[in-house]
C-alpha cells in the first residue's frame, strides 16, 4: 500500500455574509463572485502545481529505476560472456564423494 506524499484538500472559496440592508445585494453578489472565481482559479493553479511536483517525482523515479536496470543487465551481459568462453572440456571439475565414518558400530554422515 503506498504511502501518502502530500494531501491535497481545497479550501473554502467564500464566507462573506451578505448584507440584508442597504439594497447593494447585486452588488454583494457580483463581488462575491469574483472572489469565489478568483480563488477557484488559485486552488486550480495550486493543484497544478502539485500535479507537476507528483509528475516529476514519478519522473525521477522511472530514471533511477532504468539506470538499475541498465546496471543489471551489464552484469548479466558480463556473466553470459564469461560462461560463454569457458570450455567445459578443458575445465577440471572434482568429483565431491560422500564421506563415510564408522565408529563403535554405528554407521552415518559427519
Known amino acids: 500500500m503506498p504511502f501518502a506524499k502530500r494531501i491535497v484538500e481545497p479550501q473554502l472559496l467564500c464566507r462573506?455574509?451578505?448584507p440584508n440592508d442597504d439594497g447593494l445585494l447585486c452588488e454583494d453578489l457580483c463581488s462575491i463572485?469574483?472572489?469565489v472565481l478568483s480563488r477557484t482559479l488559485r486552488q486550480l493553479s495550486d493543484l497544478s502545481k502539485h500535479a507537476c511536483s507528483l509528475f516529476q517525482d514519478i519522473e525521477n523515479e522511472i530514471v533511477s529505476t532504468n539506470q538499475r536496470v541498465w546496471a543489471l543487465q551489464n552484469k548479466i551481459?558480463?556473466?553470459?560472456?564469461?560462461?560463454?568462453?569457458?570450455?567445459?572440456?578443458?575445465?577440471?571439475?572434482q568429483a565431491k564423494t560422500p564421506r563415510h565414518t564408522v565408529a563403535s558400530g554405528c554407521t552415518g554422515f559427519f
Open 33 to 35: 463572485t469574483n472572489v
Open 77 to 93: 551481459g558480463k556473466i553470459q560472456q564469461t560462461a560463454n568462453a569457458l570450455d567445459p572440456k578443458l575445465e577440471a571439475v
Open 16 to 18: 462573506h455574509p451578505i
